[in-house]
T-cell receptor, first 109, second 114 residues
């Protein structure tokens, strides 16, 4: 059965810390892996990864995919309180999207 | 403004009373999908639609119906709601049949079935 597993489930850090969020998957017909940020409402798109080893970067956030080991990481450097959210990993396997349970990140001042 | 609009945003109702949650997108997207989000379980797909008149079951379709008569609309129907359908529901859409395209999500509908 296809599955997406995120770790840790919850993380508390202080402003300025660097964090690494993990996402491993077992999915047939892999197409892409996506990261979303969910604050109070709808998930918002961060990155889409399709190829191994190519880092995607946006400001303090970056992500990379390893298709051989079937995982991805999301890095956030110099965290801010505004980074507090649930981070969702999702894998696209042709027609549908399978999500992990999410990592709840809390950044304290 | 490009958006996915869900209605209602909140609903409290009773077991067995049919309800419909509407979803509309203004981006001319082909692919639309419904998810439910429960604590510790993440987002689970209920139904999806690749295009008009084409719908398929996701992971948790039991107790739900959908229809896709028009490209922009994808309503979720609970014919006989039960308490285990109490959840936060999201509608989402993307172009190109969903393949390799990030989805745009609505703001969610919180349903409570008593």
């Amino acid at each position: 059965e296809d599955k997406v597993v995120q770790s840790p489930l919850s993380l508390v850090v202080h402003e300025g810390d660097t964090v690494t969020l993990n996402c491993s998957y077992e999915v047939t017909n892999f197409r892409s892996l996506l990261w979303y940020k969910q604050e109070k409402k709808a998930p918002t798109f961060l990155f889409m990864l399709t190829s191994s080893g190519i880092e995607k970067k946006s400001g303090r956030l970056s992500s990379i995919l390893d298709k051989k080991e079937l995982f991805s990481i999301l890095n956030i450097t110099a965290t801010q309180t505004g980074d507090s959210a649930v981070y969702l990993c999702a894998v696209n396997n042709n027609n549908d999207m399978r999500f992990g349970a999410g990592t709840r990140l809390t950044v304290k001042p | 403004e490009a958006q996915v609009t869900q209605n209602p945003r909140y609903l409290i109702t009773v077991t067995g009373k049919k309800l419909t949650v509407t979803c509309s997108q203004n981006m001319n997207h082909e692919y639309m999908s419904w998810y439910r989000q429960d604590p510790g379980l993440g987002l689970r797909q209920i139904y999806y639609s690749m295009n008009v008149e084409v719908t398929d079951k996701g992971d948790v379709p039991e107790g739900y119906k959908v229809s896709r008569k028009e490209k922009r609309n994808f309503p979720l129907i609970l014919e006989s709601p039960s308490p285990n359908q109490t959840s936060l529901y999201f509608c989402a859409s993307s172009g190109s049949g969903g393949r390799n395209q990030p989805q745009h999500f609505g703001d969610g509908t919180r349903l409570s079935i008593l």
